[in-house]
């Protein structure tokens, strides 16, 4: 009869998270993630040939969340009325920026598990653009949105906008409501 496993894939995903987050990519290792689990490395080993398969899957479980998340939004009302929403659910997904970067990180070459998810990852990010892409021809359909500014730039700025360092420690709310202001009526004041 198979043991039972020591810990579930929220577990593992969670912690895998974690050790990202404060470590990144590079120094993270099964040890760090066993300990944090208070298990054995080999219990990891038994699901994972190295680090790229679990860090590739966890990176398919976020992503697959995230979509989820996203899929929930309210899709009606107007472009403004949307994109408020929209601004708001990535400030609320903040650290997603963060991991979603680590994808770059991971050699394709490790294993054909690993070369699969990151196949699936860029199709991920390929739909989830298409689906914002969306949003932006509703705001162009509305004629709020300057046609002759790329979709790509607009989607990049929109989700950049998450890496802006709150070096001053403006109070979240201020924060998110600055940048709305700003990507949607820009800086300058308006005569």
Known sequence: MARERKFTDEQLFKATKQLIIEDGYETF?????????????????????????????????????????????????DFRTQFDSLIDFIFEQSNMNQVLEIIQEIPTNTTKRVADNKNRLNEYHIDMYQQ????????????????HLPTAVLLGMTFQTIAIPNHFKIPQDQWV???????????????
Do not use: P
């Open 177 to 191: 409501a600055s940048i709305k202001e700003i990507l949607i009526h820009g800086m300058l004041k308006q005569d």
């Open 132 to 147: 914002l892409q969306g949003l932006i021809d509703l705001g162009r359909k509305e004629n709020v949105i300057k046609n």
């Open 29 to 77: 290792t099964f040890s760090k993630l066993a300990s944090l689990l208070n298990v054995s490395r080999g219990s990891i080993y038994k699901y994972y040939e190295n680090k790229d398969e679990l860090i590739s899957e966890f990176l398919m479980y976020e992503m697959n969340r995230f979509l989820h998340e996203f899929q929930k939004l309210d899709k009606s009302g």
